[in-house]
């Protein structure tokens, strides 16, 4: 039997009048399992788009006494990245008495953040080219020697954004504080798949100018070819009616 949702109309009643009451009921009940099911699936599918196009997480990096260490990340122009940073230090250990230097720059060189000598900070800004962002670290003062243990939380998008401050602010609270999350996981997803399509496009245009290129370097690569072919046997000629060979 093939089942259907039907739509609330005035004329269900003669709808209804066609089926029995059983299978009206069943119906009924499998519609509304159908639409839960779109719902989790809808639900599912923007927490997955949400993890990919916002990063959160915790790095932890190890700084030798000569040399520096950097992390990068592919974002976007208009996104907010925050980062906390801090020397790691155990029960035995004396690492609080060494200091990092942190600098933290744009993909076309500039300075966002730079601190010198220090054992924890944090950085935030907001993007304003799109893509590699690097922030590099190096001891500054070492008492102990060896390698430092530097603890470094980057959140980018949707991840960065202070929900506890928005729902104070906006007084809300359960399911409209998820609700306003998952509205901004659908302005991050939608503004991730315009910056993936233009992305499209640009590779798009650089694969053609390429192909156009390969195709006028192959025409004057023949070109060059029969040109030397026959200017040889147009020498050759010459020369075998200069020797009196033909």
């Known amino acids: 039997m093939l089942l259907r949702c039907w739509p ?4 269900l009643k003669s709808k209804l009048d066609r089926s029995n009451e059983g299978e009206v009921d069943f119906t009924n009940s499998v519609c509304v399992e159908k639409r839960a099911m779109s719902m989790s699936m809808l639900i599912v599918f923007l927490f997955f788009f949400s993890f990919f196009f916002s990063t959160s997480g ?31 230090t155990t029960g035995n250990d004396h690492s609080h008495n060494s200091t990092i ?10 300075n966002l953040h730079h601190m ?8 935030a800004f907001t993007t304003r080219e799109s893509g590699n962002y690097l ?41 409209e504080l998820q609700l ?38 192959s025409f004057m690569s023949l070109g060059v070819c029969i040109a030397v072919s026959v200017l040889q046997l147009w020498h050759l000629k010459r020369y075998f009616h200069k020797k009196k060979l033909i």
């Open 116 to 123: 010198e000598n220090i054992s924890i900070g944090n950085f």
């Open 135 to 175: 922030a590099c670290f190096w001891l500054g003062h070492n008492e102990r020697g060896g390698d430092v243990s530097v603890n470094l939380d980057w959140k980018t998008g949707i991840a960065a954004k202070d929900w506890d401050s928005v729902a104070k602010k906006e007084k809300i609270e359960g399911i």
């Open 180 to 217: 306003r999350k998952l509205e901004g996981t659908v302005e991050a997803v939608h503004e991730n798949l315009i910056f993936l399509r233009g992305r499209e496009a640009e590779i798009r245009n650089v694969s053609e100018s390429t192909n156009a290129r390969v195709a006028w370097f």
């Open 58 to 88: 915790a790095l932890g990096l190890t700084i030798p006494p000569s040399g520096t260490k950097c992390v990068s990340e592919e974002i976007h122009n208009n996104v907010v990245v925050l980062g906390d940073y801090a020397v790691v």
């Open 101 to 110: 230097s942190v600098k933290v720059t744009s993909p076309y060189g500039n």
């Open 8 to 11: 609330h109309r005035k004329n």
